[in-house]
């Protein structure tokens, strides 16, 4: 083969070294002008789905922790009151103030009330009835050493209404016969129903029993233990919660001991 002069040598060299700049130039502007992928985070949250539903939960939802807390017509806390609702409700929250929210109540009335009557860690709505175990006392507020707003005999039935899940995980909001609400011990409840049981034993559970040896209604009083706990005419002439509500009174007073058969086979001593 043939030598290559200088000459010829240099020329290909520049050359060669042109051919590269041209192969080369438009990649480098291409990573110049196209931002290269970055390992950041993306600004779209990357919290999964059932997390940013339970957040955006707790930014819309607060449950009343001031027992009948004041709910205005409009921000102002001197505005007239719309709603009255109890500790323990659960509400929707359209707007926000500096130190009011603006709170849909589950009546559908709108209105707004003060931050601090509220709070942002759920009180489960439940329900359900329940049963007293001994006599109760019931409390107007979360607390049991609130005031009491009603005392209630053993095997009362009481509908639930809610559970606090704060720092009092044990109280149980109820409705008592009557109408008033509060709150009792969630270990005085039960779901046996003494009283049903009871009345089952002695006659049936039908309040009308008239066996005629001297014995009435769903729990077989005599006539003159009847009107000693504050009855009126005959017990089987009385509903049947009038009857049950005599029957608490005279257990009050005298124990299990006044129905001896049925109370033994049931348990109850």
């Known amino acids: 083969m043939p030598r290559s002069s200088p000459r010829r040598s240099v020329v290909a060299a520049v050359t060669g070294a042109l051919a590269a700049t041209a192969v080369v130039a ?38 009343v922790r001031t027992d009948r807390a004041r709910v205005t017509k ?23 103030g500096k130190y009011r929210l603006q709170v849909r109540v589950p009546s559908g009335t709108v209105g707004w ?34 005031k009491v707003v009603a005392r209630v005999h053993l095997g009362t039935k009481v509908t639930k209404l809610a ?22 011990s969630q270990s005085r409840l039960t779901k046996r129903n003494v009283w049903g049981s009871l009345a089952s034993c002695e006659s049936g559970g039908n309040p009308r029993t008239n066996t005629g040896n ?22 089987h002439r009385n509903s049947a919660r009038e009857q049950t509500k ?6 009050d007073r005298a124990g299990w001991g006044q129905w001896p058969h049925c109370t033994r086979q049931l348990g109850l001593r």
């Open 246 to 251: 005599r029957a608490q009174i005279l257990q």
């Open 163 to 184: 559970r606090t899940t704060q720092r009092d995980a044990a109280r149980i909001k109820v409705k008592v016969p009557g109408g008033r609400t509060g709150w009792v």
């Open 74 to 96: 409009k921000s102002a806390h001197d505005s007239r009151a719309v709603a009255r609702p109890d500790d323990g409700t659960r509400l929707r929250v359209l707007d926000r």
């Open 113 to 146: 009330i003060n931050k601090k009557a509220v709070t942002s860690t759920p009180l489960r709505d439940i329900s359900g009835t329940r049963y007293t175990q001994g006599r109760v006392a019931v409390t107007k507020k979360v607390s049991g050493s609130s």
């Open 26 to 63: 438009p990649a480098a502007a291409a990573s110049a002008t196209t931002p290269a992928p970055s390992s950041a985070p993306s600004t779209v949250s990357a919290a999964p789905a059932a997390q940013r539903v339970a957040t955006a939960t707790r930014a819309t939802v607060r449950w």
């Open 214 to 235: 001297g014995f009435y209604g769903m729990y077989q009083f005599t006539h003159s233990t009847w009107r000693a706990v504050g009855g009126d005419g005959y017990p």
